[in-house]
């Protein structure tokens, strides 16, 4: 099994940045692709950022290229999310998630097989 926690959230305003952050516990060893995914109110969950755990392979939702990056640091068993230019939009909680592998990369929801509970982000106008 693995654990993963977020953290970082908070409320902030528009144009403004912030960075998540998902710590791995457990088999993290078995990790193949972290990822981001975000709900917010009244909408279906939704991918924002994946990143291979060894190697180059990044991914984004085009929602979020240009404003947000996906980073690692494997000796930590973390990755980050550094969302800046923050929109009213951008509101929702973001959840960690992570792909076991190898396996060919799958932005579904369903594709993952653990996750996080979550920490909210809250951009006021």
């Known amino acids: 099994q693995v654990q993963l926690v977020e953290s970082g959230g908070g409320l902030v305003q528009a144009g403004d940045s912030l960075r998540l952050t998902c710590e791995a516990s457990?088999?993290?060893?078995?990790?193949?692709?972290m990822a981001w995914f975000r709900q917010a109110p009244g909408k279906e969950r939704e991918f924002v950022a994946a990143a291979k755990w060894s190697g180059r392979n990044i991914y984004y939702a085009d929602s979020v290229k240009g404003r947000f990056t996906i980073s690692r640091d494997n000796a930590k068993n973390a990755v980050y999310l550094q969302m800046n230019s923050l929109k009213p939009e951008d509101t929702a909680v973001y959840y960690c998630a992570a792909r076991s592998g190898p396996r060919p990369w799958d932005p579904r929801e369903e594709a993952m097989d653990y996750w996080g509970k979550g920490t909210l982000v809250t951009v006021s106008s």
């Open positions: 457990g088999r993290a060893f078995s990790i193949y692709n």
